[in-house]
Protein backbone atom coordinates (compact mmCIF):
# COMPACT_ATOMS: atom_id res chain seq x y z
CA UNK A 1 0.00 0.00 0.00
CA UNK A 2 1.35 3.34 -0.98
CA UNK A 3 1.55 5.31 2.73
CA UNK A 4 0.93 8.28 0.37
CA UNK A 5 -0.96 10.00 -2.74
CA UNK A 6 -1.04 12.93 -4.25
CA UNK A 7 -3.79 14.30 -6.45
CA UNK A 8 -4.86 17.67 -7.98
CA UNK A 9 -1.93 18.49 -10.44
CA UNK A 10 -3.00 19.47 -13.96
CA UNK A 11 -2.64 22.11 -16.41
CA UNK A 12 -3.31 25.80 -15.82
CA UNK A 13 -2.43 29.19 -17.10
CA UNK A 14 -0.48 31.60 -15.37
CA UNK A 15 -2.05 33.68 -12.90
CA UNK A 16 -4.35 30.38 -12.56
CA UNK A 17 -4.59 28.08 -9.29
CA UNK A 18 -4.88 24.41 -8.18
CA UNK A 19 -5.14 22.68 -5.16
CA UNK A 20 -3.23 19.81 -4.76
CA UNK A 21 -4.27 16.93 -1.96
CA UNK A 22 -2.11 14.26 -0.42
CA UNK A 23 -3.67 11.71 1.77
CA UNK A 24 -2.19 9.15 4.05
CA UNK A 25 -2.66 5.87 3.92
CA UNK A 26 -2.04 3.02 6.29
CA UNK A 27 -0.54 5.68 8.88
CA UNK A 28 -1.88 8.84 10.55
CA UNK A 29 -0.05 12.80 9.59
CA UNK A 30 1.62 12.70 12.52
CA UNK A 31 3.21 15.93 13.96
CA UNK A 32 6.79 15.02 13.32
CA UNK A 33 6.70 16.69 9.97
CA UNK A 34 5.44 16.69 6.30
CA UNK A 35 5.26 19.12 3.58
CA UNK A 36 5.26 19.54 -0.27
CA UNK A 37 8.60 19.64 -2.52
CA UNK A 38 9.08 20.37 -5.88
CA UNK A 39 10.85 19.00 -8.94
CA UNK A 40 11.31 20.69 -12.08
CA UNK A 41 12.89 19.07 -15.07
CA UNK A 42 16.63 19.26 -15.00
CA UNK A 43 16.58 20.96 -11.18
CA UNK A 44 16.82 19.14 -7.75
CA UNK A 45 13.99 18.35 -5.98
CA UNK A 46 13.39 21.33 -3.74
CA UNK A 47 11.32 22.43 -0.33
CA UNK A 48 7.98 24.68 -1.43
CA UNK A 49 6.38 24.20 1.95
CA UNK A 50 6.35 22.58 5.82
CA UNK A 51 4.91 22.08 9.00
CA UNK A 52 7.32 20.71 11.82
CA UNK A 53 6.91 19.35 14.55
CA UNK A 54 5.80 22.37 16.36
CA UNK A 55 3.26 23.14 13.73
CA UNK A 56 5.28 26.02 12.51
CA UNK A 57 4.64 26.33 8.17
CA UNK A 58 7.80 27.61 6.22
CA UNK A 59 7.66 28.15 2.57
CA UNK A 60 9.70 28.69 -0.19
CA UNK A 61 10.68 32.11 -1.11
CA UNK A 62 9.23 31.75 -4.57
CA UNK A 63 5.95 30.57 -3.23
CA UNK A 64 5.42 33.07 0.04
CA UNK A 65 2.16 34.68 -0.37
CA UNK A 66 0.99 32.97 -3.45
CA UNK A 67 1.03 29.34 -1.72
CA UNK A 68 -0.98 27.95 1.36
CA UNK A 69 -0.30 24.39 3.03
CA UNK A 70 -2.80 23.00 5.22
CA UNK A 71 -3.64 19.94 6.74
CA UNK A 72 -7.30 18.57 8.13
CA UNK A 73 -6.19 15.60 10.29
CA UNK A 74 -9.79 14.28 10.51
CA UNK A 75 -9.53 13.23 7.15
CA UNK A 76 -5.82 12.60 7.49
CA UNK A 77 -5.13 14.83 4.37
CA UNK A 78 -2.61 17.56 3.47
CA UNK A 79 -3.25 19.92 1.07
CA UNK A 80 -1.30 22.55 -1.12
CA UNK A 81 -3.31 25.60 -2.73
CA UNK A 82 -1.44 27.79 -5.05
CA UNK A 83 -2.64 30.54 -6.41
CA UNK A 84 -1.05 33.11 -8.91
CA UNK A 85 0.61 30.14 -10.28
CA UNK A 86 3.72 31.22 -12.96
CA UNK A 87 5.57 29.42 -15.77
CA UNK A 88 8.47 28.76 -13.12
CA UNK A 89 5.82 26.49 -10.78
CA UNK A 90 5.78 23.68 -13.70
CA UNK A 91 7.38 20.69 -11.66
CA UNK A 92 6.21 17.46 -10.33
CA UNK A 93 5.29 18.06 -7.03
CA UNK A 94 5.52 15.33 -4.10
CA UNK A 95 3.60 15.38 -0.39
CA UNK A 96 6.17 13.87 2.15
CA UNK A 97 5.96 12.61 5.54
CA UNK A 98 7.14 11.01 9.14
CA UNK A 99 4.32 8.15 8.98
CA UNK A 100 5.71 6.33 12.28
CA UNK A 101 5.28 8.22 15.68
CA UNK A 102 8.58 8.12 16.71
CA UNK A 103 9.36 10.47 14.13
CA UNK A 104 10.65 8.37 11.15
CA UNK A 105 9.72 6.48 8.38
CA UNK A 106 10.03 9.72 5.87
CA UNK A 107 8.01 8.61 3.01
CA UNK A 108 7.44 9.73 -0.33
CA UNK A 109 4.38 10.21 -2.88
CA UNK A 110 4.08 9.01 -6.11
CA UNK A 111 4.04 12.83 -7.00
CA UNK A 112 1.79 15.12 -9.31
CA UNK A 113 2.03 16.98 -12.29
CA UNK A 114 1.84 20.65 -12.48
CA UNK A 115 1.87 22.81 -15.72
CA UNK A 116 1.37 26.37 -15.95
CA UNK A 117 1.42 27.25 -19.47
CA UNK A 118 0.71 31.42 -21.03
Known amino acids: QVPLVESGGGSVLAGGSLKLSCVGRGFTFTRCGMGWYRQAPGKERELVSS???????RYADSVKGRFTISQDNAKNMLYLQMDNLKLDDTAVYYC????????????WGQGTQVTVSS
Open 51 to 57: INSDGII
Open 96 to 107: AAYTLLDCSGWK
